[in-house]
């Protein structure tokens, strides 16, 4: 076959202002967008534009391609971090730009981390994507210059901040260029937490993210918005086409009969363009092509070889990539394979078509070409012939399943084939989905057993309790609380003896999600214990009834029913004693938890701890529990590690530091989950008044950011919250000499002057020119949930 070079020679003024926008991130980081349907040239034009760059020693390059697979999209920070660990080993991409100093290895031994933290973190990346087909091949180069081992902690809250910080680190430097292509597929809580990061990197960063818009909705970016290009691209018309052709064919008489027998064959996508071009070149050279005998993608699919539309079938199929190994086995069980050579014979003629690619450094993986081939499956194979192939394909993973139990694919095999089944079929093979969330759930893949509950709804019911327990926990940390509430109510109508056993649950989804007076109403609902009293005082806490939460608390107390919840009650409970007396109940409580609690609990103690010392100003008692509290947060991934940094916020500013105030406020703000809007507004307060305290923000700013809190309605779910912004704006309002637009309550003003504190609030001075405001910081204890 004659070679083929497609120039891509359109898109001239999209090109320039994406250029335009790279080469000024170092005035201020900036976000391009660019979307559009599947084939419109999206990839093409960025790839073209980044090769441009990538030698370019100003820049530093990082190119990364998602795919709609649950594993891959779950992992994205392990895979982020794979990419830049050691990129002369571990990445084969011409559009990266990594050198050794800029690697993220290199990073780390500039930093000197502490000794084993670097070894654990290259640990939980390897463990977490060995499973991925696309990285799994490269894992045995990159680990000859590392020592690896299992791992159980996932901690994205963790590899999130390195992220964040070594490209801080990298744009000291150089301009990064961060391209990550199909972004739609970027699960929305990681999303959330990796645009956050990115936000604090205020110039030498250009993002791009690139979005197939099929049936989609455009999600923007948090990060940059104030600094933003969107290039929204279309498919090609006819006379682009012929564009196209004169650049390539450029003594052909016939470009124009041919672009529009090509624009009639693909209807503008580009990869269909390149396919028709690719099949008729040889023709279009010779001035023999005959237009009625040139075919769509579809005739060539389905006048392929057997062999051939197998394999790009297979391609399809698994779009992030099926192991050579198992693509033989499958075509064994179907079709006689005389040896290996033929299947690598027909592989390498599809390669040259442009149908499918063989990724990885040791080329052992099969992958479609583009997306456009996964999205045409049903051009593939007729029905008949699909079903067959199907059924061929399920029973061969299903045979690897049995032999692979201990082998490092044994997890994407059970992902393979349960992505596979219909409802009716995974209903019989139930073993396979309790085992993939019984393995997931131990590493901490919460995101990933909340996608996989999403895609098998209607087979919760079948479920035994032990995984619908994981689900349930898994929801709770990743704060889908709705969803939490949506599985409750199927588990109502299904399996009632199994909701009656976690209806404490749609307590605690309800209290999380603010619904205070709906929650308190489901505990009528639910046998009297130590748990219900548990969530009854918390919420009694969050509406302000202080008498009936004390008169609760001296009631448990006198019971003496001395089990888990008992002691989550003396930790909830800690502002209603002396403060002798709270930390007695705490040290208690935190024994109890060490000898027979999980670290979570152990967590929230440590804490609380954090928070009364912070009350008895005994400061390095505080950074002692409080930094424990953050160190076994980070090690479970718990979505809770906002409250640590929140209290660490507040502390440094009683300590005068208000650069480590504002560093801590940040963090909480970066790792509070996005359901707590009420936590957000009072970290939005924090940041103000440590804003404030700096001279960084003007107090009439201030003013205008608190009014609007104090308009939202959501402060009215909360009198605490709401008391918070009340007391502040009351004060800035005194202070500018303004009209007052509501006088805090007297009741939620702590009278104790030496401690100077109510179970939420501490008050402090913030110093401006001649002025003392006072002003209100907000504490972020563990009994409020």
């Not at 087909?133 to 390195?162: C, F, Q, R, W």
């Not at 008169?551 to 006198?558: A, E, N, P, T």
Request: proline share 2%; aromatic share 10%; charged share 25%.
């Amino acid at each position: 076959m004659t070679e083929l070079t497609i120039p891509f020679i359109l898109r001239a003024d999209e090109e320039r202002k994406i250029k335009e926008k790279i080469d000024h991130c170092n005035l201020q980081s900036n976000n391009i967008i660019v979307s559009g349907d599947s084939g419109c040239g999206k990839t093409s034009l960025i790839k073209k534009i980044l090769k441009e760059y990538v030698s370019n020693s100003e820049f530093y390059v990082i190119y990364l391609d998602l795919n709609a697979d649950l594993l891959s999209t779950s992992s994205f920070f392990e895979i982020f971090l794979f990419n830049v660990w050691n990129p002369i080993v571990s990445n084969e991409d011409p559009l990266m730009s990594i050198g050794e100093k800029q690697s993220f290895k290199s990073f780390m031994t500039r930093k000197m981390w502490r000794k084993g933290a670097a070894k654990r973190l290259f640990q939980v990346v390897v463990e977490s994507i060995s499973a991925i087909p696309t990285y799994g091949s490269t894992l045995s180069t990159l680990l000859k210059g590392e020592n690896s081992e299992k791992n159980e902690n996932n901690n994205v809250i963790d590899m999130a901040d390195n992220i964040g910080e070594y490209l801080s680190f990298v744009s000291k430097t150089k301009k990064i260029i961060l391209s990550i292509d199909n972004y739609q597929f970027m699960q929305n809580n990681i999303k959330v937490l990796f645009e956050t990061y990115l936000q604090r990197i205020k110039k030498n960063i250009s993002f791009i993210s690139i979005y197939r818009t099929d049936n989609i909705q455009l999600n923007l970016p948090l990060c940059f918005g104030n600094d933003r290009k969107s290039i929204e691209l279309s498919k090609f018309k006819a006379e682009e086409i012929l564009k196209l052709l004169d650049k390539m064919y450029i003594s052909n008489t016939s470009n124009e009969t041919i672009a529009n027998d090509c624009y009639s064959k693909t209807s503008g996508n580009l990869k269909e363009i390149e396919l028709y071009l690719k099949d008729n070149h040889k023709s279009i050279i010779e001035g023999t092509l005959s237009i009625s005998k040139t075919r769509s993608m579809k005739q060539v699919l389905l006048l392929m070889p057997e062999i051939q539309r197998y394999l790009v079938l297979i391609s399809a199929m698994f779009p992030a990539g099926l192991k050579i190994e198992y693509v033989s086995k499958i075509l064994n069980d179907i079709l006689v394979l005389n040896s290996d050579d033929l299947l690598l014979h027909e592989l390498q003629k599809l390669i040259a078509l442009g149908y499918i690619v063989v990724n990885s450094v040791n080329h052992d993986l099969l992958k479609p070409a583009h997306e456009k081939i996964t999205l045409s499956l049903n051009k593939i194979a007729n029905e008949d012939e699909f079903v067959e192939f199907y059924n061929s394909i399920k029973a061969t993973l299903e045979n690897l399943i049995a032999h692979k139990i201990h082998d490092k694919d044994y997890v994407y095999i059970l992902h393979c084939v349960i992505g596979l089944y219909n409802s009716k079929q995974l209903l019989e093979k139930m073993d396979y989905l309790i085992d993939l969330i019984k393995i997931e759930y131990e590493r901490c893949a919460y995101y990933y057993i909340v996608s996989i509950y999403k895609q098998t709804l209607d087979l919760i019911e079948h479920l035994p309790e032990i995984c619908l327990r994981k689900i349930l926990d898994s929801i709770q940390k990743t704060s889908e609380f709705s969803l939490g509430i949506n599985l409750l109510n199927i588990l109502k109508q299904k399996k009632p003896s199994i909701y009656n056993k976690y209806r404490i649950y749609e307590v605690k989804f309800l209290t999380q999600s603010y619904d205070f007076e709906m929650a308190l109403e489901e505990l009528t609902y639910i046998p009297s214990n130590n748990e219900t009293l548990l969530y009854q005082l918390n919420i009694l806490q969050h509406v302000g009834k202080d008498i009936e939460a004390q008169q609760l608390v001296r009631g448990i107390l006198d019971a003496e029913d001395f089990d888990k919840w008992f002691y989550l009650i003396l930790r909830n409970s800690a502002h209603y004693f002396s403060y002798d007396e709270a930390v007695y109940n705490l040290k208690r409580t935190l024994k109890f938890f060490i000898n027979s609690g999980t670290l979570f609990e152990r967590a929230t103690v440590l804490n609380n701890l954090g928070v009364i010392t912070i009350w008895n100003q005994e400061f390095s008692e505080a950074i002692y529990y409080l930094t424990e509290a953050l160190n076994i947060h980070k090690t479970i991934n718990s979505n809770e590690i906002f409250e640590v940094f929140c209290n660490l916020g507040v502390l440094e500013f009683l300590r005068r530091n208000l650069e480590g105030a504002k560093t801590y406020t940040n963090k909480a703000l970066e790792t509070v989950p996005q359901s707590l809007s009420l936590d957000h507004i009072i970290l939005q307060l924090n940041r103000l008044i440590i804003d404030l305290n700096s001279k960084v923000i003007p107090l009439q700013v201030v003013y205008q950011e608190i009014l609007q809190m104090y308009n939202n309605s959501i402060i009215t779910k909360d009198p605490w919250v709401r008391f918070q912004v009340v007391y502040n704006l009351y004060s800035i309002e005194l202070a500018l000499n303004l009209s007052i637009t509501e006088y805090p309550r007297e009741y939620y003003i702590d009278k104790n002057l030496e401690r100077n504190l109510t179970c939420f609030e501490i008050f402090v001075n913030v110093h401006l020119d001649g002025l003392d405001l006072p002003m209100s910081l907000s504490l972020s204890p563990n009994w409020r949930y």
